[in-house]
């Protein structure tokens, strides 16, 4: 607990939310968020794909950049845990504005486990994650009543760590963090019994104005996509509720 020089007391920690940033536009972000980001000491913000959101912060707040994209050199987790208590620690609100929804592929819990130990208080706030809200972008429902009943979200960052066989069978997959890794991820899926003609969409820069979709099959989608340049950011969906003229 840090004192104060002059008073010789002990300072009361802030608090750090841990917010939800959405897809990226403005208009996705929530309520609380706005107002959270508009009474904020210090924002400590990812790679998110569009700048909107800080502008809700006030001219006087800090801005801390701690972002992870495409494999690029970054500020390793444990800079950004001990960021976060330092910050609070020195009596001000820290808002942690996370890409997406922090309940999803975000290092929460190790945040959550610094911000404990150093005896800090912390919020969780949702957001509006790209795995939900991407489909929709498409112009798709990631349900259907019949076509895709249930959908199972996972990461396409490191290929070898997914069991794709136990994915087999599944009406729908949703993978984030997958771009650099797509011809990998085609041959696991094609390796496990996925059939050739599988509808793929691949949804870059989901909700903003670059927003590219590629509605493709499972072994066309590399060549399909050949003239993208880098994928990254991107949500692929897998399965028959991916399929070009769905609500037509």
Not at 23 to 52: F, N
Not at 63 to 89: F, H, N, T, W
Not at 145 to 151: D, K, N, T
Not at 200 to 207: E, H, L, S, T, Y
Request: some cysteine; glycine content about 10%; hydrophobic content about 45%.
């Amino acid at each position: 607990m840090v004192v104060s020089a002059a008073a010789s007391e002990p300072v009361k920690p802030g608090k750090c939310w841990l917010v939800g940033a959405g897809p990226g536009p403005a208009d996705y972000l929530t309520m609380k968020a706005v107002k959270l980001l508009q009474t904020a000491d210090v924002v400590v913000y990812d790679d998110l794909g569009s700048q909107d959101a800080l502008g809700f912060v006030p001219p006087g707040a800090e801005l801390v950049y701690v972002g992870k994209r495409g494999g690029r050199e970054s500020i390793k987790q444990a800079q950004i845990d001990q960021l976060l208590v330092e910050r609070c620690a020195e009596g001000r609100n820290v808002v942690r504005l996370k890409g997406g929804c922090p309940a999803v592929f975000s290092r929460l819990a190790s945040e959550v486990s610094a911000l404990r130990a150093g005896g800090i208080p912390y919020e969780l706030v949702p957001g509006v994650s790209s795995a939900l809200a991407a489909p929709l972008f498409a112009g798709f429902p990631l349900t259907h009543v019949s076509l895709s009943p249930s959908f199972t979200v996972l990461s396409g960052h490191d290929p070898d760590t997914t069991d794709w066989g136990a994915l087999a069978g599944l009406p729908t997959l949703v993978l984030l963090m997958g771009g650099r890794n797509l011809p990998t991820i085609v041959t696991r899926l094609r390796d496990t019994g996925w059939p050739a003609d599988t509808p793929v969409a691949v949804v870059r820069d989901a909700g903003l104005p670059e927003q590219r979709v590629w509605h493709s099959r499972l072994d066309t989608v590399e060549a399909d996509t050949a003239d993208a340049g880098s994928l990254s950011p991107c949500v692929m969906i897998i399965g028959r509720v991916a399929e070009s003229g769905l609500l037509t």
